[in-house]
């Protein structure tokens, strides 16, 4: 079981990025899969998760109303699409599937 996250970069204030997490090992549509996100000084928190069953979706407070989380079975991805970026949202972004499998991270900074 292997979990690849991408997409991170530098973006100013205001723009969207579109992170990717890919499944090696396992069939990502049969698992539940959750985004966090570690900040320097920061404990890590949870950004966003999405069931495997039903595919329903959960948000934290922080990135509710701009992000989205979605599963692209056919290519094993989970993407994590956040837009209106903040200084705030500056945090490494991992994905995750239980019992503890993580993906390594993927920086995103926002500054302008």
């Known amino acids: 079981v292997q979990l690849q996250a991408s997409g991170g970069g530098l973006v100013q204030p205001g723009g969207s990025l579109r992170l990717s997490c890919a499944a090696s090992?396992?069939?990502?549509?049969?698992?539940?899969i959750g985004w966090f996100r570690q900040a320097p000084g920061k404990e890590r928190e949870g950004v966003s998760c999405?069931?495997?069953?039903?595919?329903?979706?959960n948000y934290a407070a922080s990135v509710k109303g701009r992000s989205t989380i979605s599963k692209d079975n056919a290519k094993n991805i989970v993407y994590l699409q956040i837009s209106s970026l903040k200084p705030e949202d500056t945090a490494t972004y991992y994905c995750?599937?239980?019992?503890?499998?993580w993906g390594q991270g993927t920086q995103v900074t926002v500054s302008s």
């Open positions: 995750y599937t239980p019992p503890n499998n």
């Open positions: 090992g396992f069939t990502l549509e049969y698992y539940a």
């Open positions: 999405i069931t495997a069953r039903d595919g329903s979706t």
